[in-house]
């Protein structure tokens, strides 16, 4: 395989390096931005690029934006994201469309070498490669984001005061209706969000917190 691998760590990026080239690969670039990983590709057109997500200069998601990047503009390159983080909502648009050729697994979950190196393989020959807590996190998210698509516009609304620490009565004045309103609007939003009463769990703070996370 010739693969480029995009890390910031310098320790990483040559332990990898040297770990695939031991193995017979060729690695045709090693760089440690985002920006660096798409003109590496650009350049060499490589068979795999293995990506960390979090790189210069805002060490947030410049990595696997990059990596999406790549995706657009070289669609027959295989991306193995590597990365102690999971940002679900960049790893869903990576995966979208029956996306061939991509990967992406935890750095403190792979123990074997030997599953790494075959990861890569199978990535670079077109398979897809996930580690199972990516999979759930992308599920969870998915799920999360249906659930508040079935909130009509009022009840987004209200949820999105509910979010700003507003009692009913603050609701109701904040949009000119009454009390029972906000109170049929706000058990609505508890039905389609799926939070039945309880005696351990406030479901108002849970359906803030669906709706930060969504």
Do not use: W
């Not at 995706?71 to 029956?98: C, D, M, N, W």
């Not at 698509?149 to 609304?157: G, H, N, Q």
């Amino acid at each position: 395989m010739r693969i480029v691998i995009a890390e910031d760590s310098a320790v990483l990026r040559d332990g990898l390096s040297l770990l695939l080239t031991t193995r017979g690969h060729t690695v045709v670039a090693t760089v440690s931005t985002g920006l660096e990983l798409e003109a590496a590709v650009a350049s060499h057109v490589p068979d795999i690029a293995v990506v960390d997500v979090r790189m210069p200069p805002s060490f947030t998601d410049e990595g696997i934006r990059s990596a999406l990047a790549v995706r657009k503009t070289h669609p027959s390159v295989g991306l193995l994201v590597f990365s102690q983080h999971i940002e679900t909502r960049y790893a869903s648009e990576l995966l979208a469309g029956g996306a061939r050729g991509v990967g992406y697994l935890l750095k403190d979950r792979v123990a074997d070498v030997g599953d790494f190196m075959s990861a890569c393989e199978q990535i670079a020959a077109g398979g897809t490669v996930l580690d199972p807590e990516v999979v759930t996190q992308v599920l969870g998210a998915s799920r999360r984001s249906q659930d508040l698509s079935a909130l009509t516009a009022r009840e987004r609304e209200v949820l999105g005061l509910m979010a700003e620490g507003r009692t009913n009565a603050a609701i109701a004045k904040s949009l000119y209706v009454s009390d029972g309103s906000v109170e049929k609007h706000i058990s609505s939003i508890f039905g389609k969000l799926g939070l039945p009463p309880s005696e351990t769990d406030h479901r108002r703070v849970l359906a803030v917190l669906r709706y930060l996370s969504g």
